[in-house]
C-alpha cells in the first residue's frame, strides 16, 4: 500500500532556531513530492520536488529530494513565529496525491 | 486573481442527510480535487475532475460523489452522511490538464462539515 511517513509529528522550537521536516515514502509509480504549510486555513504551496539531489530554495526555507533512498526533507532556518503551522507532505503518483499527516511545528519567541 | 472559492464554509447535518459543497476554481484552471481531512486520517484523496470528466477517484464508498461542471465548477455531494463523514473538505484546482502534467494544486480554505 502507498504510503507517506513524516516525522517528527510535532516539534517546539525558539525563534532563531533551525529545523528539519522529515518526509518518507513508499509509492508505486512517483511522479512528484510537494510540500504544503498549513495554518488554520487552506494548506499552501512551499515546494515541488521531481529531481532528486536538486535543493529548491524560497528564502529561509529550502528542500531537497533523494529518489533513491526515497524521501525530503523541508528545512527552516532563522525560525519565525510565523512559521507556526502544519507542514504537510504529499507525494503523486499517476492517479493521485497521498498526503502523509503532517509536522506540526510551533515556534516560541 | 481569486483563489479556490468553496461553498458553504460551515455547515452542520443529522445522520442519514444529503449534503452538497461547490468550489469554484481558480480562474482558467480545468482540473478540480477534492480532499477529505480528519485529525486521525490525515488528508485524503476523493476525486480528480478535468473537463467534466472523473479521471481518478480515491478509496471512499459509493456515498460520496461529485460532479464538474461545462465552466470548471464542481460540487460533491455526500449522502445517507453517517458521524464519520464529520471533516474539513477541501477543494483543489490545478492550471493545465492537472497534477499530472506537472502543475502543482492550490486549495480553497475548506467546508467545514459536521454531523451530528
Known amino acids: 500500500e502507498d504510503k507517506v511517513v513524516q516525522s517528527p509529528l510535532s516539534l517546539v522550537v525558539h525563534e532563531g532556531d533551525t529545523v528539519t521536516l522529515n518526509c518518507s515514502y513508499e509509492?508505486?509509480?512517483?511522479?512528484?513530492l510537494l510540500w504544503y504549510k498549513q495554518e488554520k486555513k487552506a494548506p499552501t504551496f512551499l515546494f515541488m520536488l521531481?529531481?532528486?539531489?536538486i535543493e529548491k530554495k524560497s528564502g529561509r526555507l529550502s528542500s531537497i529530494l533523494d529518489k533513491k533512498e526515497l524521501f525530503s526533507i523541508l528545512n527552516i532556518t532563522a525560525t519565525q513565529t510565523g512559521d507556526s503551522a502544519v507542514y504537510l507532505c504529499?507525494?503523486?503518483?499517476?492517479?493521485?496525491?497521498?498526503f502523509g499527516t503532517g509536522t506540526r511545528l510551533q515556534v516560541f519567541p | 486573481k481569486a483563489g479556490v472559492t468553496q461553498t458553504p464554509r460551515y455547515l452542520i447535518k443529522t445522520r442519514g442527510q444529503q449534503v452538497t459543497l461547490s468550489c469554484s476554481p481558480i480562474?482558467?484552471?480545468?482540473?478540480v480535487s477534492w480532499y477529505q481531512q480528519t485529525p486521525g486520517q490525515g488528508l485524503q484523496f476523493l476525486f480528480e475532475?478535468?473537463?467534466?470528466?472523473?479521471?481518478n477517484k480515491g478509496n471512499f464508498p459509493g456515498r460520496f460523489s461529485g460532479r464538474q461542471f461545462s465552466n470548471s465548477r464542481s460540487e460533491m455531494n455526500v449522502s445517507t452522511l453517517e458521524l464519520g463523514d464529520s471533516a474539513l473538505y477541501l477543494c483543489?484546482?490545478?492550471?493545465?490538464?492537472?497534477?499530472?502534467?506537472?502543475?502543482?494544486?492550490?486549495f480553497g480554505e475548506g467546508s467545514w462539515l459536521t454531523v451530528v
Open positions: 521531481t529531481s532528486s539531489g
Open positions: 475532475y478535468f473537463s467534466e470528466t472523473q479521471r
Open positions: 504529499a507525494v503523486y503518483n499517476t492517479d493521485k496525491l497521498i
Open positions: 480562474s482558467g484552471h480545468r482540473s
Open positions: 483543489a484546482s490545478s492550471p493545465g490538464s492537472g497534477i499530472s502534467s506537472g502543475n502543482t494544486i492550490y
Open positions: 509509492v508505486t509509480n512517483f511522479r512528484s
